[in-house]
């Protein structure tokens, strides 16, 4: 499977993310966000940490998915945070470095985009899928373990299937 792209991408996305949270000045410099004399105020410093902690987060999500459907999920939030960073960036100043950082957000939102196509779930074991016989009845009952509120819906549900007429 090459479920190892994705995987390496978040990689990269979360020591991204972490080195914006410890120096936000790699992100704010960039992106145009400093004053004249080239220093980050506290707010956007905060605003540039936000954005490296959720690199971070969507990062460490498509790193450590434990499944396909998972590793999907967060490739798609991870397109989605991108592709909104382009198109802020690109609204936000009109000047040269600016539009640089909206073009590699918005690169980096498809490279994480094709990376989604590489996911391959996992082959189902034939013998792991049993065969329905035909007239079967498929009973749900609660196990003697379970809990009072687990029993107690279970049992609404089995009246109501009952009721019209999906179980005898």
Request: aromatic share 2%; with cysteine.
């Amino acid at each position: 499977m090459m479920n190892w792209l994705p995987r390496l991408l978040g990689v990269g996305t979360a020591a991204l993310g972490a080195t914006i949270v410890l120096r936000p000045d790699t992100l704010a410099g960039p992106c145009g966000l400093t004053d004249a004399t080239g220093r980050t105020s506290p707010g956007m410093a905060a605003l540039c940490r936000s954005i490296g902690a959720r690199d971070i987060v969507s990062g460490l999500a498509m790193t450590f998915a434990p499944g396909p459907d998972p590793l999907r999920l967060a490739v798609v939030a991870r397109v989605a945070a991108d592709l909104g960073d382009a198109l802020l960036l690109d609204r936000l100043r009109s000047e040269h470095p600016a539009r640089d950082v909206a073009t590699l957000a918005a690169g980096r939102g498809a490279l994480s985009a094709l990376s989604g196509l590489t996911i391959r779930s996992e082959p189902v074991e034939e013998e792991d899928v049993a065969p329905v016989a035909e007239g079967a009845r498929c009973e749900c009952r609660a196990a003697p373990h379970t809990s009072p509120l687990r029993r107690w819906v279970s049992g609404i549900v089995d009246e109501e299937l009952r009721e019209t007429g999906v179980l005898d």
